[in-house]
């Protein structure tokens, strides 16, 4: 029943290494997005799918690359993992293309401790 | 781009408590405006949102009221509960991006 879900919950992992995060959405939404939380809960956005097309790419390092293969799935894949990734994941979805108007969905995020 | 200021945290009170959280904002057009709740080691959740001006959105007690004029959307609960206590977020839609943006968030922590 869970509407956005996303997994590993935890990640630890050693600088250098490469991971991947899953984002999964049953909600019919054609618009989703991945956001980073770091230490003091600020949240920002770093990328953005609609039908599959990147819509926002922020300026965020190459060694994050998105990854949507249908409309219901965005994965993120981190290169060459650096201490400063760590940071709490979100994944979000919404619908019809022009969140602004629309609320997102998030999943309960992953949280990545890059040792 | 949008750019967001909420009131630095923690606000820290008693139960039964009257809360204010100051939000302002500042963005292209009128873009609806959203107030999210994130619980401890959950994902952010929608409070409550307002599409337009003067409009008053609300949900659990919660209650916004988009200001055009002062470009604010503060968030108000006339009595707080413990279960109250999460990080509360005001973040305004940005047409531009299809996103939206958020503040930094403000800690409430509600005390019994």
Redesign the interface.
């Not at chain 2, 080691?41 to 929608?46: A, D, H, P, T, V």
């Given at each position: 029943d869970t509407a956005v879900s996303q997994t590993p919950k935890y990640l630890v992992t050693q600088m250098g290494n490469d991971k991947s995060i899953k984002c999964e959405q049953n909600l019919g939404h054609d618009t989703m997005y991945w956001y980073k939380q770091d230490s003091k809960k600020f949240l920002k956005i770093m990328f953005s799918y609609n039908n599959k097309e990147l819509i926002i790419n922020e300026t965020v390092p190459n060694r994050f690359s998105p990854k949507s293969p249908d409309k219901a799935h965005l994965n993120l894949h981190i290169n060459s993992l650096e201490l400063g990734d760590s940071a709490v994941y979100f994944c979000a979805s919404a619908s019809q293309g022009s969140s602004y108007n629309s609320p997102l969905h998030f999943g309960n995020g992953t949280r990545l401790t890059v040792t | 781009g949008n750019s967001v200021t909420q009131m630095e945290g923690p606000v820290t009170l008693s139960e039964e408590a009257f809360l204010t959280i100051n939000c302002t904002y500042t963005a292209t057009g009128y873009?609806?405006l959203?107030w999210?709740v994130?619980y401890p080691?959950?994902?952010?959740?929608?409070l409550l949102?307002a599409?337009k001006a003067d409009d008053k959105g609300s949900n659990k007690g919660f209650e916004a009221t988009y200001r055009k004029e002062t470009t604010s959307f503060h968030l108000e609960k006339g009595s707080v509960q413990v279960s109250d206590s999460a990080?509360y977020?005001c973040a305004p839609?940005?047409?531009g991006?299809?996103?939206?943006?958020?503040g930094?968030?403000t800690?409430l922590q509600v005390q019994p």
């Open positions: - | 873009p609806s959203f999210y994130q080691g959950e994902g952010l959740q929608l949102k599409t990080v977020f839609g940005d047409p991006r299809r996103a939206l943006t958020f930094s968030g800690r």
